[in-house]
């Protein structure tokens, strides 16, 4: 994943979050007031949720690019060993406010901050839509590295939108009302199923689902739940 630094601008002007890290430690705040509490209007995402504690027990799920950790809470009331990480110090600062009985960590899944087969399960929700196909196909073997065999992995991503086809890149200027320079892509399904299977994974199920009117960004999603074999 891109760590690289804020672009330095001309006195005057607005400093520009440059990479994910960059960007995310940009809008840490505004993302968790306007998304901390999006679970409470997803049923689909709150069963499937629910559903993954109790595939992955015993033993400790990770939810990896847990931005402010509203995840990471709502799994952590139903499974007794979680973390949080993300590559964002600014996202883990506010997910440490909201939660600070959970355990949270800055890292980055392309080399995760674990042992091997170290986690039961990871979560990883919409954390791969700003990685390279190269670096996407790095972090599913790290997602395999660290999720023991027969645990769980559940990942979800953007499929397609009325502005962007399958594998466009929407190149972000302005988020949230600052200034970045942040890509996000469109994946196809069936790349980001055969990455997970060249990993180490077995892919179980997949999901595609609409979005949900005035409570998300107007793209389909796709959810892909895999064993480690």
């Known amino acids: 994943m891109p760590q690289t630094e804020p672009a330095a601008d001309a006195p005057g002007e607005r400093r520009t979050a440059v990479g994910v890290r960059a960007a995310y430690d940009a809008i840490a705040r505004s993302y968790d007031a306007q998304l901390g509490g999006e679970l409470d209007g997803k049923p ?58 959970l355990a949270f960590a800055v890292g980055s899944m392309l080399r995760l901050p674990a042992a091997g087969a170290a986690w039961a399960g990871v979560i990883a929700l919409y954390s791969i839509i700003h990685l390279t196909a190269g670096e996407r196909a790095t972090a599913c073997r790290e997602f395999a590295r660290t999720v023991r065999p027969g645990g769980w992995l559940l990942a979800a991503f953007h499929v397609d939108s009325p502005e962007f086809a399958i594998g466009a890149v929407n190149h972000l200027t302005t988020w949230f009302g600052e200034s970045v320079e942040l890509d996000g892509f469109f994946l196809d399904p069936a790349e980001v199923t055969a990455d997970l299977e060249s990993a180490g994974f077995t892919v179980m199920a997949e999901a595609v689902r609409r979005p949900l009117p005035e409570i998300e960004y107007p793209s389909r999603r796709c959810y892909v739940l895999a064993q480690r074999r």
């Open 44 to 101: 689909f995402d709150r069963a499937l949720l629910d559903g993954f504690t109790g595939l992955a027990r015993p033993g400790t799920i990770a939810d990896v690019g847990c931005g402010p950790g509203h995840i990471t809470r709502f799994l952590a009331a139903r499974h007794a060993e979680v973390i949080g990480i993300d590559l964002s110090p600014g996202m883990i600062a506010v997910a440490r406010e909201r939660a600070p009985g």
